[in-house]
């Protein structure tokens, strides 16, 4: 695969990711990038694209918060390849110790979302990192909750924006992704 170009891996990605219509609701059509990660060679670049991309939009990141759940699955990857913290903003109830909380809107519903008090240093520059952007709802917690704690929030980034939802229009900072459908 090393011949190829970036556009080229992600393509290959973008077709590997599977898709599941009226899951886990009646009309909505899920994308499952659980099918990349089942495969080491597109799951490798993967990696490969997120780091350089997170070193090209995040320069002098400070450290990587990941969303629950499927962010803590690309967050780690990033952070350690870049020997900076990874810090899980987890949904209630799931983090020990002192926590700020965040309740938030969802399609259907609410939901809260929660980060360590202490786990990101005043003034810190953060890269918030999640597998998929849909309405927006999460990411835009996330990045108030991380300011709310004295981070510095400078970009998100996803692999999969739903460009439909515009969720992107949602946001109080600038996001990334690496495919769209
Ligand atoms: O842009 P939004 O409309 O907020 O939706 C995007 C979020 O939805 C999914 O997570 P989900 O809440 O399904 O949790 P999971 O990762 O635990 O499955 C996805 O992983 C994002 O975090
Ligand atoms: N269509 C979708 N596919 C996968 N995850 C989602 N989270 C919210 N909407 C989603």
Not at 3 to 19: G, H, T
Not at 58 to 73: E, M, N, T, W
């Amino acid at each position: 695969m090393a011949q190829l170009n970036d556009e080229d891996k992600l393509k290959l990605i973008k077709e590997a990711v599977k898709s599941y219509p009226d899951f886990p609701v009646a009309g909505v059509l899920f994308r499952d990038l659980f099918s990349v990660l089942q495969n080491p060679p597109l799951f490798a670049l993967l990696k490969e694209l997120l780091t350089k991309k997170a070193q090209e939009i995040a320069p002098a990141v400070q450290s990587v918060v990941g969303l629950d759940a499927r962010g803590f699955l690309l967050g780690p990857l990033i952070a350690l390849e870049l020997q900076i913290p990874f810090v899980p903003i987890r949904k209630k109830g799931k983090l020990p110790g002192k926590v700020r909380s965040l309740k938030y809107a969802l399609e259907y519903g609410e939901d809260t979302v929660e980060i360590q008090e202490g786990a990101i240093r005043p003034g810190e520059r953060v890269l918030i990192v999640d597998d998929l952007l849909a309405t927006g709802g999460t990411l835009n917690a996330a990045c108030q909750l991380v300011e709310q704690v004295g981070g510095q929030v400078v970009r998100s980034m996803i692999v999969i924006e739903l460009v439909g939802l515009k969720g992107r229009a949602k946001l109080p900072v600038e996001v990334t992704s690496l495919i769209q459908f």
